[in-house]
């Protein structure tokens, strides 16, 4: 497991207000009960304030999974 | 010939009808001129009357223009709407869907309502395809097509003018065939099948 996907694990722990114990690596939209759209929103802004920059349109339509904040992260390192 | 046949379909929580002239509320017209509503659909909001809005209300025909009201089962409280035109030459309809009761936001309003009104528009109106086009900074619009497994057709680079600034915006465009729906309708059945038996 790397670093980044520990971050992306909390992250996504943090914004859905649950623990981060209760997300396995398969979790994707539509897939966690807790991961709502609101809950969406506050994932992209989360990503965008620890990128700095906002997320480009194709990134957006990407992001469906934990897999996907991972390789975000990654790219930030 | 298309006739005009009103839309009344209920799920769990909500019921989903026709409005009237008589559906223009002071909460609907609190929605048209709240920014936070408006400003995802790129919509300048607009402080209107009560007759203003029921006459926008009756430019809806019912036959290829469908303003939808949604309104909660338990206590008969209109909480948004959906927008449906149908290009009747290509059986093609689009759908737009605003929540404007922010109690309502991130309750999984669209997600149990858009699917009874997509499978109404396949089944029992021959639409054969149905798109929405949000725009891409409409992070909820984009996760509710993402979680009910619309697929991504594309996304147009600066396709819009910004109502609030000017500025260029992307949009996505979502789809669903009626052979898509239908063949996910299937696999739900058999997984749905598969959990009683197992």
């Known amino acids: 497991m790397t670093a980044s996907s520990v971050n992306a694990r909390a992250l996504l722990a943090?914004?859905?207000?649950?623990?981060?114990?209760?997300i396995d690596?398969?979790?994707?939209?539509g897939s966690h009960e807790a991961w709502d759209s609101l809950g969406h929103m506050r994932l992209v802004l989360s990503l965008e304030q620890r990128l700095q920059r906002e997320l480009t349109s194709d990134e957006i339509a990407g992001l469906v999974g934990l897999a996907d904040i991972t390789r975000l992260l990654e790219s930030h390192c | 010939m298309m006739r005009k046949r009103p839309v009344h379909l209920k799920t769990?929580?909500?019921?989903?009808?026709?409005l009237a002239p008589g559906d223009a509320s002071?909460?609907?017209?609190?929605?048209?001129?709240?920014?936070?509503?408006?400003?995802?659909?790129?919509?300048?909001?607009?402080?209107m009357t009560r007759d203003q809005l029921s006459a926008y209300i009756s430019g809806f025909d019912g036959i290829t223009r469908f303003l939808i009201g949604i309104f909660t089962r338990a206590d008969n409280l209109h909480i948004g709407f959906y927008m449906v035109e149908i290009d009747a030459a290509h059986d093609v309809a689009s759908f737009n869907v605003v929540i404007g009761d922010k109690a309502f936001w991130g309750a999984r309003v669209v997600g149990e309502t858009r699917p009874a009104l997509a499978s109404h528009f396949f089944e029992d109106r021959a639409v054969e395809k149905i798109i929405g086009q949000p725009l891409a900074r409409n992070i909820p619009a984009i996760f509710n097509y993402k979680a009910?497994?619309?697929?991504?057709?594309?996304?147009?680079?600066?396709?819009?003018k910004s109502a609030a600034n000017g500025s260029r915006l992307d949009q996505m465009q979502f789809a669903m065939t009626r052979d898509e729906w239908r063949a996910r309708k299937t696999v739900g059945a058999k997984a749905a099948a598969g959990k009683a038996v197992a």
Do not use: C, Q
Request: no cysteine; proline share 7%.
């Open chain 2, 26 to 47: 002071d909460r609907y017209l609190a929605w048209a001129a709240d920014p936070d509503v408006m400003g995802p659909l790129n919509v300048r909001p607009t402080r």
């Open chain 2, 12 to 18: 769990e929580r909500f019921l989903l009808r026709n």
């Open chain 2, 148 to 160: 009910e497994g619309w697929r991504l057709e594309g996304i147009f680079k600066a396709h819009r």
């Open chain 1, 25 to 29: 690596d398969a979790a994707s939209v």
């Open chain 1, 14 to 22: 943090e914004v859905l207000n649950v623990n981060p114990d209760a």
